[in-house]
C-alpha cells in the first residue's frame, strides 16, 4: 500500500551543474551536423532538380546535333500563379483580423482590441513596405515564387534601431539636475554653478534615428533544420547557414560588445582558422547550382585576407538544459567557421523565422512543392518536342548514306545551299529520309497541357491567352475561372494560416519587445499616438479570407450580387440592412477591388458621426413639425375667437377700448396715490364714465351688468 513510511527518509542532492562553454559547443555541433546532413540528402537533390526546371537547364541527356529543346512549363505557371497570390497579400483588403487586448490602463486608451489591432497592423505594413533593401512586396514575391518551386521558403524578422548622439547646453534648478542625471538617455559632461543659484549643464542626448520592423528572405539553401522537426515553432534545432565577411561580425562585436564582455568571443580564433568548405559544414554546393557557376571562387584563396575574408557564419536556435534543472531552456548560438562564438537564452522566447508551404506533406516539415505537379508533365513535353523537332530536320535535311571512299566535301553537303554543285557518283550517294510528322501526334501535347492545367488549376482561361474563350458565354468563361482557381485559392489559404498568420504575430511580438518611440497611425479615419505601452498584451489572430481566398474581380461580383439579394430583401422587409451593415458592405467592395476603402468609403467613425448628425437633423425637423402643428391649432382657436368678435361688433370694440382706459388710468391713480386721496378716486371714476358715454353703441343694447 502507498502509505508514509513511519520514519523520514533524508535524500541528499547535489546542486546543479550549469553545461560549460564546451559542453553547449558540443551539442551543438553535433546538431547541426546531423541537420547538414540530412539537408544535403534528402532535402536538396530534389529541391535542385526543381530549380533546374524553372530555370529550363539541359537534362543531362542531350545528344550533340539533336534537338536541345526545353519546356519551361514551370516558369511560366508559377509566374502566372503570382499575382493572384500577391494580391491577396499586398492589397488594401488586409486578410488577417487582429485584436490586441492590452494591460494599458491610462486615460488617453481609448482604442479597442480590434482597433489597436488594425493600427499595429498598419505599422508593420508601412515599416515592411519602406525599407530600402527589401520591400513588402518583394518579400513576399521572393517568399511565394521560392515556396512554389522548392517546397519550403523560409524569411527572418528583425528589429533595427538606432541612436545618434546630440549635444545639448541646459540651465536648470538642483531639482532639474537630478533629473537630468537619472535619465539613462542622457550623459553630463560638464556642470557649472551660476551666480544666480542655478546650474548650467552641458551633456549629450541619445535620440533615435531608425526604430522599424525589418524582414528578409532567406535563400532556401541557407535554412537548415533537424531531420524529426514537425513545425516552425517545436523545440528542435533550426537556424540560417550562410557566408559573411570578417568586418561584418568585426562591426556586430563592435555596436553590441559592452565594457564588461564582448559580444562575440573566439573572433581571433576565427580570423586565424583557414576557410575550410571541405567540412560537413559545406551547404555551398546547393548554392552553386542554383547560380549555375562558381560562386566561392571569389570567396576563397590568398586575396580573401583581413577584414574581407569569408567566413561561414551560423545562427542556430535549439532547446537545451542549460543549467541541469531537468527543464529545457531556448538559447541562440552563433558559430562561426565550426567555432561557437556566443550562446545566450532566447530574448524574445520564439524563432524569428516563418515559413511557407504551397503544399502541406502531412507529418512533415519540408512542404511538397507546386513544381511537383508540373516537373514530370514538363519533361514529356520536352522529350516529345524535341522529337518532333529532329523528325522535321530529317524529313528536311534527310539522312545519307555515302558508300566509302567516294571523294565527297560533306561540309558543303550537309549546309545544303540552294544552287550549289557536288560532285558525286548518285548510285554511291543515296538519301534514306524518314517518315514525315504525323499531325496526329500533336494531340498528343494537348492532352499533356490539359493533364497540367488540371493539376495546377492555372488554364488558358484565367491566363487570357485562349482565343477560343470569344465564342463561349460569360457564364461559362467564369465558371470555367472559378473552378481553375479552386487549387489557387487553397494554396492562398494555406500560406494565410501556415505561415503568414505566424509571421504577422511573430512580428507584433517584437514591436512589444523593442518599440522605444511612439508612432502615428491612421485608424478610422482619425490620426492616433499609439505608444509602446498600449501595445503590450494578449494577440489573438484571425485569418478573414472569406469562403472562398479568390481575389480580384471575382470576389467583386460576388460582392455585387450579395447587395443586390440584401437590397432586395430589404425593401420587403426593412431592418434587414442597417446603414452600418450597408457602409461595411460598400467598404468590402472597395476592398477586394484592390483600392484602400477609407479612400472612397467613410470611415467607422466618420459614418457614425454622420448618422449622429442626421438623427439630430431628423429630431429637428420633428420638433420643427410639432411647433407647426400647435401654431395651427393656435391659429385654428384664434380664428374663433375673432368671429366671435366681428359678431358683436363695435360692441366688443367697446369694451377693449374701456378695458385699455382702465388700465392706463388705474397706472396714473398708482402714481397719484400719495397726492391724493377720496375725491381723486371720485373725479377719475367720473371721468370714466364720461368717456363710457360718449362711446357710440351700434350693436346689442349694452346690459347693466357690462357697464
Known amino acids: 500500500m502507498n502509505t508514509r513510511p513511519d520514519r523520514e527518509i533524508k535524500i541528499e542532492t547535489e546542486e546543479p551543474q550549469e553545461l560549460s562553454w564546451e559542453d ?4 551543438v555541433r553535433a546538431e547541426l551536423d546531423a541537420a547538414i546532413k540530412f539537408q544535403k540528402e534528402v532535402i536538396a537533390p ?13 537534362l543531362g541527356n542531350e545528344i550533340k546535333g539533336r534537338s536541345q529543346y526545353m519546356s519551361r512549363d514551370m516558369l511560366e505557371t508559377i509566374e502566372w500563379i503570382l499575382p493572384n497570390l500577391i494580391h491577396l497579400f499586398t492589397a488594401a483588403d488586409f486578410k488577417f483580423k487582429v485584436k490586441i487586448f492590452s494591460e494599458y490602463q491610462g486615460q488617453d486608451m481609448t482604442l479597442t482590441p480590434l482597433q489597436l489591432g488594425q493600427a499595429i497592423m498598419k505599422q508593420i505594413y508601412t515599416d515592411l513596405s519602406t525599407d530600402e533593401e527589401a520591400g513588402l512586396f518583394t518579400v513576399f514575391y521572393t517568399w511565394f515564387k521560392d515556396a512554389l518551386v522548392s517546397g519550403s521558403a523560409f524569411t527572418k524578422l528583425f528589429w533595427e534601431d538606432d541612436f545618434t548622439l546630440e549635444e545639448f547646453t541646459s540651465i536648470v534648478d538642483e531639482m532639474g539636475l537630478d533629473e ?14 551660476l551666480p544666480t543659484g542655478q546650474i548650467e549643464v552641458q551633456g549629450e542626448f541619445e535620440r533615435i534615428s531608425k526604430d522599424q520592423l525589418v524582414c528578409a528572405n532567406v535563400p532556401h539553401w541557407e535554412f537548415v533544420f533537424e531531420e524529426h522537426t514537425k513545425s516552425i515553432n517545436d523545440d528542435t534545432g533550426k537556424g540560417i547557414v550562410t557566408v559573411v565577411t570578417v568586418d561584418y561580425l568585426r562591426r556586430i562585436n563592435k555596436a553590441l560588445s559592452t565594457e564588461e564582455e564582448p559580444y562575440f568571443f573566439n573572433l581571433e580564433v576565427v580570423e586565424g582558422l583557414g576557410t575550410d568548405y571541405t567540412s560537413i559544414h559545406n551547404v555551398d554546393d546547393e548554392m552553386k547550382r542554383y547560380y549555375d557557376w562558381e560562386v566561392l571562387n571569389d570567396y576563397v584563396g590568398a586575396e580573401a585576407k583581413g577584414p574581407k575574408k569569408r567566413v561561414q557564419f551560423t545562427e542556430w536556435h535549439t532547446r537545451l538544459d542549460i543549467n541541469n534543472d531537468g527543464f529545457l531552456e531556448d538559447i541562440k548560438v552563433f558559430v562561426a567557421n565550426g567555432v ?19 503544399i502541406i506533406d502531412c507529418y512533415h516539415f519540408q512542404g511538397i512543392a507546386y513544381a511537383d505537379l508540373i516537373i514530370e508533365l514538363q519533361n514529356l513535353k520536352t522529350v516529345l518536342m524535341r522529337k518532333m523537332l529532329d523528325n522535321f530536320d530529317l524529313t528536311n535535311s534527310g539522312r545519307w548514306f555515302v558508300k566509302p571512299g567516294v571523294d565527297l566535301d560533306v561540309k558543303r553537303f550537309l549546309e545544303n545551299i540552294p544552287g550549289d554543285v557536288f560532285r558525286a557518283d548518285p548510285e554511291k550517294v543515296s538519301n534514306m529520309a524518314p517518315r514525315g510528322f504525323d499531325r496526329s501526334n500533336l494531340s498528343l501535347l494537348e492532352y499533356v497541357e490539359t493533364i497540367k492545367e488540371n493539376r495546377t488549376g492555372s488554364t488558358r482561361y484565367n491566363q487570357g491567352t485562349d482565343a477560343g474563350t470569344l465564342n463561349q458565354t460569360a457564364h461559362g468563361v ?13 494554396i492562398g489559404r494555406l500560406f494565410a494560416e501556415g505561415g503568414l498568420k505566424d509571421f504577422f504575430k511573430k512580428a507584433i511580438l517584437l514591436y512589444q519587445d523593442n518599440l522605444k518611440a511612439p508612432f502615428v497611425v491612421e485608424v478610422d479615419g482619425t490620426d492616433v499616438q499609439i505608444s509602446p505601452e498600449m501595445i503590450q498584451g494578449r494577440i489573438e489572430i484571425l485569418t478573414d ?12 461580383q460576388r460582392l455585387l450580387q450579395l447587395s443586390a439579394v440584401l437590397m432586395d430583401l430589404n425593401s420587403k422587409y426593412p431592418g434587414i440592412i442597417t446603414p452600418e451593415k450597408a457602409r461595411s458592405l460598400a467598404a468590402k467592395f472597395t476592398s477586394t477591388m484592390g483600392y484602400e476603402a477609407t479612400t472612397y468609403v467613410s470611415s467607422t467613425q466618420e459614418f457614425q458621426q454622420a448618422q449622429q448628425k442626421q438623427e439630430e437633423i431628423r429630431q429637428q425637423m420633428q420638433d420643427m413639425q410639432m411647433q407647426l402643428e400647435r401654431a395651427k391649432m393656435q391659429l385654428e382657436k384664434e380664428g374663433v375667437a375673432v368671429d366671435k368678435i366681428s359678431a358683436l361688433g363695435d360692441l366688443a370694440l367697446g369694451q377693449e377700448k374701456i378695458k385699455a382706459s382702465i388700465l392706463m388710468k388705474n397706472a396714473e391713480i398708482e402714481q397719484r396715490r400719495i397726492e391724493s386721496s377720496t375725491n381723486l378716486k371720485k373725479d377719475l371714476f367720473k371721468e370714466i364714465f364720461q368717456t363710457a358715454s360718449q362711446i357710440p353703441l351700434s350693436g346689442a343694447a349694452m346690459r347693466p351688468q357690462d357697464s
Open 46 to 58: 530534389s529541391r535542385m532538380e526543381n530549380w533546374d526546371r524553372y530555370y529550363g537547364r539541359p
Open 340 to 358: 561557437m562564438v556566443r550562446w545566450e537564452i532566447n530574448p524574445v522566447n520564439f524563432i524569428p523565422f516563418s515559413k511557407l508551404s504551397p
Open 545 to 556: 479570407m472569406g469562403t472562398e481566398a479568390q481575389a480580384g474581380q471575382a470576389e467583386s
Open 478 to 490: 467564369q465558371t470555367i475561372m472559378t473552378a481553375s482557381l479552386k487549387r489557387i485559392e487553397l
Open 24 to 27: 553547449i559547443e558540443s551539442e
Open 180 to 193: 537630468l542625471a537619472a535619465t539613462p538617455e542622457i550623459t553630463i559632461k560638464q556642470s557649472r554653478l
